[in-house]
């Protein structure tokens, strides 16, 4: 159903009712609370994620919601401006906000999730959120701060080093991505995705940043240092832990979309290789800064990973092919 409202001062906001279930509805402005600040939406990147909660929903989600967490828009006080949402509202004070671990608060609230998100013309976002874009970076490509915020806090927890050899599994948008923030590093980086288009149109970027492509059989198998999943395979997982080194460090980056395998191998590789075993989960603020630094100086090579641009009112035909992993990034603009 389409409600038309009234107000001259409104906008256009896509609204998830529940499983499958999205209005397109004109509604008023948000009115900014204590500490927020109104935002006109320039971009706003689907995520899986987003694809996800319309699907089965999430844990952190709460019902109706205004979608999208990776979100570029710019301030009626500062028009010529554009600012990218870090998508957290961390309490600041809890032992893990002490030590710069805001995305673990147990007070935490997700733009997208627990808040209204970037699927509407405008949101009101707490200005403790806002990174400035740096001049020149389209809003588009801003638009993947948030994502490669995630990336840079996954090297950071793998305390990945110039020199070793990292292996990713996944070379979708977020696997090209941590591919990035690896090669930033000084990290050796192998990919592998059975998917060859996708890898062809991540060739660039990869070409540049001396990202090589492993054969998904593994037949040209060695050793790594580090592994990444940018895929909730869990054979992808089970294979990963099969390279490392003894001494190794597996990134738990993805989530498993089920059973890991045989258990009691991952208990014995663990145990008789004295293998380390990290998870990363969102970014920070700080990420998010050195997200845009990077995009600032590598987002012509990242260009690749927006599939194309699209309108509010085309986003819930899109969730099926977001769902499924299918290219890279769609961005409301």
């Known amino acids: 159903m389409l409600l038309k409202l009234k107000n001259p001062a409104g906008m256009k906001a896509l609204v998830l009712n529940g499983v499958k279930s999205f209005s397109l509805l004109d509604r008023p402005l948000p009115v900014p609370g204590e500490g927020e600040v109104l935002m006109r939406v320039a971009a706003a990147a689907i995520c899986r994620t987003d694809a996800k909660m319309w699907a089965s929903g999430h844990r952190d989600l709460v019902l109706p919601r205004i979608l999208g967490h990776e979100v570029v828009g710019s301030l009626r006080e500062d028009p010529g401006r554009l600012y990218a949402v870090w998508p957290g509202t961390a309490c600041g004070n809890c032992s893990a906000c002490r030590q710069g671990r805001q995305n673990l608060c147990r007070e935490m609230r997700i733009t997208g ?3 209204d998100g970037g699927f509407a ?3 009101a976002v707490p200005r403790t959120s806002l990174v400035a874009v740096p001049d020149g970076l389209p809003a588009s490509t801003a638009a993947l701060a948030e994502p490669l915020a995630c990336a840079v806090h996954a090297v950071r927890q793998a305390a990945i080093a110039s020199g070793e050899r990292v292996l990713i599994y996944g070379g979708g948008t977020l ?4 591919g990035l923030a690896c090669a930033e590093r000084g990290a050796r980086v192998g990919m592998i995705d059975p998917d060859k288009e996708k890898l062809h149109r991540g060739r660039g970027l990869r070409l540049r940043r001396g990202i090589s492509v492993e054969d998904h059989s593994g037949a040209d198998a060695g050793q790594v240092d580090v592994a990444l999943n940018a895929t909730s395979s869990p054979d992808a997982f089970m294979a990963g832990v099969g390279r490392l080194k003894p001494g190794g460090r597996f990134c738990l980056f993805s989530g498993l979309g089920g059973a890991a395998g045989d258990m009691h191998r991952l208990i014995d590789e663990l145990h008789y290789r004295e293998l380390l075993f990290v998870g990363s989960y969102g970014c920070t603020a700080e990420d998010m ?3 845009l630094r990077l995009l600032s ?3 012509d090579d990242l260009r690749f990973l927006i599939e194309r641009t699209i309108a509010l009112d085309e986003v819930p035909s899109a969730m099926e092919r977001v769902l499924a992993g299918k290219g890279f990034r769609l961005v409301v603009a």
């Open 113 to 115: 999730f627990h808040r």
């Open 297 to 299: 100086k590598s987002g």
């Open 175 to 178: 696997g090209h991505l941590l």
């Open 121 to 123: 013309g405008f949101m």
């Open 289 to 291: 800064r050195e997200a």
